[in-house]
């Protein structure tokens, strides 16, 4: 086992592996991205689920990336980030080690 520390996050993130859904389990309000001041979910989330689209006005959301580490829920100053869990069987799953 080798134990090189990775020099960026990328090289972490490739060892994770996903089974995605269909449907998102993170929802922002977009009504409270629009005011939202900062918008902190678009750079607090270590897999840069969340962006900011000018042209359409509205959060993105990459949701297939997710680290499911809940970091945007507790960021959102409105609190009203619609945030779950993947449906069973789906989701990220870490490899350790
Ligand atoms: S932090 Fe919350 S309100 Fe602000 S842009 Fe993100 S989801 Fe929307
Ligand atoms: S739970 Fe973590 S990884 Fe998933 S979108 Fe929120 S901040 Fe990003």
């Given amino acids: 086992m080798s134990n090189k520390i990775p020099e ?3 090289d972490k993130l490739f ?3 996903y089974k995605c ?3 998102t389990h993170l929802k922002p309000n977009q ?3 629009k005011v939202c001041k900062d918008r902190p979910c678009t750079y607090c989330c270590p897999a840069n689920v969340y962006s900011w689209d000018e ?3 509205k959060t993105l ?3 297939e990336n997710c680290l499911e580490c809940g970091a945007c829920r507790i960021v959102c100053p409105a ?3 619609d945030w779950k869990y993947p449906k069973a069987g789906c989701g990220v799953s870490f490899k350790f080690g």
Wanted: hydrophobic share 25%; with cysteine; glycine share 4%.
């Fill in 8 to 10: 960026h996050i990328d």
């Fill in 15 to 17: 060892t994770v592996k």
């Fill in 21 to 23: 859904d269909e449907e």
């Fill in 31 to 33: 009504e409270d991205c």
């Fill in 55 to 57: 042209e359409q006005n």
């Fill in 61 to 63: 959301v990459g949701f």
């Fill in 79 to 81: 609190k009203t980030l």
